[in-house]
């Protein structure tokens, strides 16, 4: 009796009973799509970087030195003075380091600075490692390594000469012309931000930065001129950390964190990646 009713009462509004079905169908399709990107997103940024312990910056907060550092999302608010680097990474608990120097750019392309230890290290996707597409990786100050859609976009390839700039934005007045360097390989894609980034070799970034401040400086030009330059980066912008035993990475973290020389930060991703 009531069914009848029912059925009766949708028959004699038949504009009205479709227009309700498909708000409804419409609403649980966009509830659905936007959980599925969430999803995706929440995945895609945890995919970024794997089997790093600790993330180490200048004093800032964690999610803004995971954005600078790993997603090269905004900049660093300080350096970190090498010595500071090279006694953190020569603590005992320490498996390994990445050192990373951000801060120059190629056609809006973020220049990274690094070690040979970044392609054998740096872990994204659940512990995947990262791989040449083409050539081979930085072998000395002259090299870079090309992300995917670096490659793609400006279509590069080995053997072709790139000039850095300093800054990050599109277009810079302040170009290394005099230090160019010449792709060594391309990375295979990895759906982060390393697909987005020039690699390059610490000395080469360095040498970059000699070479500008011989041209503005007289003094620092006859100590180039000398060879009197320094081997080593006088700074960087952060650097990852493995520990050997991830039950080490709160007591590292609060020794980072309360370190005299400098202001330091000591983040772990994980927690860091739940807060983005």
């Excluded at 069914?3 to 966009?30: C, D, E």
């Excluded at 895609?44 to 993330?55: N, Q, R």
């Excluded at 170009?175 to 160019?180: F, G, L, N």
Aim: charge should be neutral; charged fraction near 20%; proline fraction near 4%.
């Amino acid at each position: 009796m009531i069914v009848g009713l029912a059925i009766k009462s949708l028959r004699n509004r038949k504009f009205t009973a479709v227009l309700t079905v498909l708000s409804i169908a419409l609403s649980v399709l966009l509830l659905l799509g936007v959980e599925r990107i969430r999803n995706e997103y929440r995945e895609s940024f945890a995919a970024t970087v794997s089997g790093t312990d600790l993330v180490v910056g200048a004093r800032t907060s964690p999610v803004h030195l995971l954005l600078s550092a790993v997603f090269h999302i905004g900049n660093a608010t300080n350096n970190i003075k090498w010595d500071s680097y090279r006694a953190i990474a020569a603590r005992p608990e320490v498996a390994w380091t990445i050192p990373l120097s951000l801060g120059d750019s190629h056609r809006a392309y973020r220049v990274l600075g690094t070690t040979p230890e970044y392609f054998e290290h740096f872990r994204f996707a659940r512990d995947r490692r990262l791989s040449l597409a083409q050539g081979k990786a930085f072998e000395d100050e002259h090299d870079a390594v090309l992300g995917a859609d670096v490659a793609q976009a400006l279509k590069y390839h080995v053997g072709d000469s790139i000039v850095i700039a300093h800054g990050t934005g599109e277009i810079s007045f302040a170009t290394h012309d005099e230090h160019p360097f010449t792709v060594a390989g391309v990375l295979a894609r990895t759906g982060t931000p390393v697909d987005r980034a020039v690699h390059v070799s610490l000395a080469g970034l360095d040498a970059v930065h000699e070479d500008a401040g011989a041209d503005a400086d007289p003094l620092a030009a006859i100590l180039h001129e000398k060879h009197q330059v320094r081997t080593e980066p006088r700074a960087i912008t952060a650097f990852l950390v493995g520990l050997k035993s991830r039950a080490a990475a709160l007591s590292v973290q609060r020794r980072v964190n309360e370190y005299e020389r400098e202001p330091l930060t000591a983040v772990l991703p994980g927690v860091a990646l739940q807060e983005v």
